[in-house]
């Protein structure tokens, strides 16, 4: 089996992730998701795709999947912030506070503090160490 | 909870509705045209989900567009009618 072979321009892969983030926005995730898978078929292996789709799946609880298309979007550029602090947050939520903490650590050393990416990855640093805090005191 | 996305800006979806429908045609207009000399038969099964993918996000996409672009007529057609409402008092 192959692949559609698609000569999409840059411009319209945006359109489209665009229009995705306003049906995300307004709740409207099937939308959005086809929308997203859409813009892969133009762009295979496009990693600010699946970061998106990533959060979409996320968002809908969805976390094998989302936590998959993190992991290809990491593939493909490692430093997409954005995926890797929400796949922090995944790991949180899966009780690996510990991973979580140096995903979040390298989002802070590698990007620009004023990116909002940084900010929200130093507060969630902080709950994730917390939650380590609590851990070793409960066990100890 | 809702996720991090990454930061669009809106650019592209921003000009298509402000210079309307014409806009996204010419921009989808050459894949358009690519697709449809692609004939089902000669597909597998990958590439017609992928066509099908594609052609679903397109209309979604058009849906959204003409949602947008008449609502920003009607923002500016309210806008004109207060304007003038304005300029009749004064």
Redesign the interface.
Same mark, same amino acid.
Request: charged share 20%.
């Given at each position: 089996?192959?692949?559609?072979n698609?000569?999409?321009?840059p411009?319209?892969v945006?359109?489209?992730?665009?229009?995705s983030?306003?049906?995300?926005a307004r709740c409207e995730y099937e939308?959005a998701e086809?929308?997203?898978?859409?813009?892969?078929?133009?762009s295979p292996g496009n990693s600010?795709i699946y970061?998106?789709l990533?959060?979409?799946y996320?968002?809908q609880d969805r976390l094998d999947e989302?936590y998959e298309c993190y992991e290809q979007a990491l593939k493909g550029c490692p430093s997409?912030e954005?995926a890797r602090?929400?796949r922090a947050?995944l790991l949180m939520q899966r009780g690996k506070a510990e991973d979580a903490i140096q995903e979040l650590k390298r989002v802070i050393q590698e990007h620009d503090p004023s990116n909002?990416?940084v900010e929200?990855s130093k507060e969630l640093l902080k709950v994730a160490e917390s939650l380590v805090t609590r851990k070793t005191g409960a066990a100890g | 909870?809702?996720?991090?996305?990454? /930061?669009?800006q809106?650019?592209?979806?921003d000009r298509?509705v402000a210079q309307g429908r014409t806009r996204?045609e010419s921009?989808?207009r /050459?894949?358009m045209s690519?697709?449809s000399q692609?004939s089902r038969e000669s597909?597998?099964? /990958?590439?017609r989900h /992928?066509?099908d993918?594609?052609?679903?996000?397109?209309r979604?996409?058009e849906e959204?567009?003409m949602e947008l672009v008449s609502l920003k007529e009607d923002l500016m057609l309210r806008a004109r009618s207060e304007s003038g409402r304005v300029r009749c008092r004064t």
């Open positions: 089996m192959s692949h559609l698609i000569q999409a321009s411009e319209e945006l359109v489209l992730m665009e229009a983030m306003l049906f995300y939308k086809k929308v997203l898978r859409g813009a892969l078929v133009m600010d970061a998106c990533g959060a979409l996320h968002a989302a997409e954005c602090s929400n947050t909002p990416v929200r | 909870m809702k996720t991090q996305q990454p /930061e669009l809106f650019r592209v979806l298509v996204l921009m989808f /050459e894949t690519d697709l692609l597909l597998d099964d /990958e590439q /992928e066509l993918s594609l052609l679903d996000a397109y979604l996409v959204l567009v």
